[in-house]
């Protein structure tokens, strides 16, 4: 039964280019959120979605960042035009539902530098 | 901001039982506890979690004091593999209770 699933592991990126990352959920599961940890940092919420919806993106900076989860295929985060800023590991969890005691499960996380 | 307290650090001796204490002295009655950690570079890997009566799975127990200000994480044997941060996280009631709120957590570092 495999886990949830995010590529790629390492990302390196050019100032101004785009990254995608990609993350797809635990068997069963159709809930994705994805989370953002500077370096000696916790974890930060970033947004939340269901199939074709986008649920809760009040994490998301305003600008330069989206999320899609679609009906077929992982769920993609697209951060256009990176900034040195935008370092960082990104991880995807998942879950059955979003009920409180609906525990969420992490993938390994996908390590951006942007030179 | 994290509704959590933990201490920085711990270390434990490999072997030992490792307990790793936090404070959530606002908890709400039913606001769960759950316990993470992530070891170095790696995604962050659930533990256990509970409401009010003490929990034990095949990694660990959770004992959660009767007011619920409080709970404690036990390793039984620390191995070398747990060393890690351990991260306390209380899920909060309302519309985001999807929300994980990170605090900094507890650096545990099992000493052979």
């Known amino acids: 039964n495999a886990g949830v699933m995010q590529n790629p592991r390492h990302l390196v990126r050019r100032r101004g280019q785009e990254a995608r990352l990609r993350c797809s959920p635990m068997?069963?599961?159709?809930?994705v959120y994805w989370y953002r940890q500077l370096p000696e940092e916790g974890l930060k919420f970033m947004v939340y979605?269901?199939?074709?919806?986008?649920?809760?993106e009040s994490g998301m900076p305003k600008e330069r960042f989206s999320a899609e989860f679609p009906k077929e295929g992982p769920s993609i985060l697209r951060i256009q035009q990176v900034v040195r800023g935008d370092s960082a590991a990104y991880f995807c969890a998942s879950s059955r539902g979003f009920q409180i005691t609906d525990t969420q499960y992490f993938g390994p996380g996908t390590r951006l530098t942007v030179l | 901001d994290a509704k959590t307290t933990q201490p920085p650090s711990m270390d434990c001796a490999e072997g030992r039982a490792a307990n790793l204490p936090c404070n959530h002295s606002t908890i709400s009655g039913n606001e769960y506890v759950y316990w993470y950690r992530q070891i170095h570079s790696q995604g962050p890997q659930y533990i256990i979690h509970g409401l009010k009566n003490n929990e034990t799975n095949e990694m660990a127990s959770l004992i959660i004091t009767e007011d619920r200000k409080s709970s404690t994480l036990i390793l039984p044997h620390a191995t070398l593999r747990d060393t890690a941060v351990y991260y306390c996280?209380?899920?909060?009631?309302?519309?985001?209770?999807?929300?994980?709120?990170w605090g900094a957590g507890t650096k545990l570092i099992i000493k052979p």
């Open positions: 996280i209380v899920r909060v009631l309302g519309d985001s209770n999807y929300q994980l709120i």
């Open positions: 068997k069963g599961h159709s809930h």
């Open positions: 979605l269901q199939k074709e919806n986008i649920i809760d």
